[in-house]
């Protein structure tokens, strides 16, 4: 997949209604996609201006996937009606914030991938061999 290939993963499941006819509520972003190029990527790009960059190909290292994707879903209850007026100002304290910290970190799964423009080598860091165990003998 080249660089300026579009990655869609498969948009996950709406949630089961209540049991009562009731229907949940749609998703205001469609899928995890939709929610990264339409709200996140505009605030990734501001806060990208300094310090650790971010990775064009975010979609190839797992952790970054897993962590968007609590990304996605805590904007979508957070900015329900029923959470109130503070909840996008919570979505971006406890979880945005968070996220990103995490994802940028000097150990976070951008690491190792060079985003310069100097150096455009993509490299996702190998995973850890799993822990031998005091099973069987």
């Given at each position: 997949?080249s660089?300026?290939e579009?990655?869609?993963?498969?948009?996950?499941e709406?949630?089961?209604g209540?049991?009562?006819?009731?229907e949940?509520p749609p998703f205001?972003?469609a899928?995890?996609?939709?929610?990264?190029?339409q709200?996140l990527a505009?605030i990734?790009r501001r806060?990208?201006?300094?310090?650790?960059?971010?990775?064009?190909?975010?979609?190839?290292?797992?952790?970054?996937?897993?962590?968007?994707?609590g990304?996605w879903?805590?904007r979508?209850q957070?900015?329900a009606?029923?959470?109130?007026l503070?909840?996008?100002?919570?979505w971006?304290?406890?979880h945005?914030?968070?996220?990103?910290?995490?994802?940028?970190a000097?150990?976070?799964p951008f690491?190792?991938c060079?985003?310069?423009?100097?150096r455009p080598t993509?490299?996702?860091?190998a995973?850890?061999?799993?822990?031998a165990?005091?099973?069987?003998?």
């Amino acid at each position: 997949m080249s660089a300026n290939e579009s990655w869609q993963p498969d948009p996950p499941e709406s949630p089961q209604g209540t049991g009562d006819g009731e229907e949940p509520p749609p998703f205001f972003y469609a899928d995890l996609i939709s929610f990264y190029t339409q709200h996140l990527a505009p605030i990734i790009r501001r806060r990208d201006g300094g310090g650790r960059g971010w990775c064009p190909q975010w979609w190839r290292h797992p952790e970054a996937v897993a962590r968007l994707h609590g990304l996605w879903l805590a904007r979508q209850q957070l900015t329900a009606t029923e959470a109130g007026l503070v909840g996008a100002s919570t979505w971006h304290r406890d979880h945005l914030d968070q996220a990103l910290v995490h994802l940028r970190a000097p150990d976070g799964p951008f690491a190792a991938c060079t985003t310069s423009p100097a150096r455009p080598t993509h490299r996702v860091l190998a995973a850890p061999a799993p822990a031998a165990t005091g099973g069987a003998r």
